[in-house]
DNA sequence: CTCGGGATGCGT
DNA sequence: CGCATCCCGAGG
């Protein structure tokens, strides 16, 4: 059960959305440790991608967006719920991957189908906000036995979609940004 | 300063 | 489909 290294984020956002399936987030909290399984991701591809926040520019808000990889890029969403995503590329990209739905490993509190429930689920707040993952509060690691997941195999094990709730980005909400674990029960909106 | 809308989720 | 609920970014 390795940590993830820095050198995991700092490449291809697409492939970091796909890989990044079945590895477990870890976060500790006080002295409570919340691990689940990563089942669903969607890829926001830098400032010229019109559905990420980064297409906005730099700004407060996107700040981490623009930073090294291997960060927690967290914000508010409709006033109500949290989500996470994971910086990629090299710095200045303003690339990330959104983590959309686990499945439930260790000491998660509620459902983790959506990237809102799953930081309530994890208490992944703001205050997680630009956390370096290779800290020991807040990181991936890849479990044991090693998920068989090949970049060769996707048409067997990861269904692409469209991202979900981005229909004003033109042409861009038609890629298949979207990733999962197919046939897994934990993914969102079935 | 105001104001409109959003990478959501739940109930109807 | 409506709504809860508030930060963010744009514009005056």
Redesign the pocket.
Known sequence: MKKLPRSFYDRDTIRVAQEILGMHLVHRNGNIERIGRIVET?A?LGEHDL????A??R????EI?FGPPGHA?V???????H?L?IVTEKEGHAS?V?IRALEPIQNCDG?T??????CNAMHITKACNGQDLLSDELFLIEPFPKPILRQNQDKIFIAKRP????D??RHWAKRLLRFSIRGNAWV??K
């Open positions: 969607e926001y559905a990420a926040h980064s906005k520019g700004t407060p808000r996107t967006m890029y914000y508010l969403i409709y006033g109500m719920y989500c995503n990330a959104l459902r189908s959506g990237p809102g429930l799953l991202r979900v709730g981005v004003y980005a969102s909106r």
